[in-house]
């Protein structure tokens, strides 16, 4: 089921469709559980999904997503990253098993204290995306399709 949800919001994060809420008409739990975790927070927007809420948004200067149950608990954070800030032995297997590949983006994916990367790369029309661990392991994510 985790990996489920977590290929559901990468989905998202790369950019699927949806449509934006009006801040009134929110749960009060997770408007709350949002104002108390990201207080200062700038240009939220809303996007409600099927089994889940997304607010983008701007904090310490940087884009953030959070994604947060319909009943308002903080499911996760992403970011998009610096490719050439992940761990060096990642760096090395991605430029050697997929020299083919252009980098769209990167980026990192908090949960419940575990933190993994997403590397999407495309070449002409194959999209992969790479999950890589903290630790700099690098596997194919399985729940992109």
């Not at 989905?11 to 104002?35: M, Q, R, W």
């Not at 490719?83 to 991605?94: D, F, M, R, S, V």
């Amino acid at each position: 089921m985790k990996k489920l949800l977590l290929a559901a919001l990468i989905v998202v994060a790369a950019g699927s469709s949806a449509f934006a809420l009006d801040v009134n008409t929110l749960n009060a739990k997770v408007k709350t559980n949002f104002e108390a975790r990201f207080y200062g927070a700038q240009n939220v927007q809303w996007k409600l999904q099927e089994d889940f809420i997304k607010a983008s948004f701007t904090y310490a200067d940087q884009p953030v997503e959070a994604f947060f149950t319909t009943d308002g608990e903080l499911i996760g954070l992403s970011r998009k990253m610096d490719y050439q800030k992940l761990p060096l032995n990642a760096l090395q297997k991605i430029k050697t098993d997929y020299a083919r590949y252009q980098v769209v983006e990167a980026i990192e994916f908090e949960r419940e204290g575990d933190k993994n990367y997403y590397v999407s790369l495309k070449e002409g029309t194959s999209v992969k995306i790479l999950e890589v661990s903290l630790y700099g392991s690098v596997s194919v994510f399985r729940g992109f399709k």
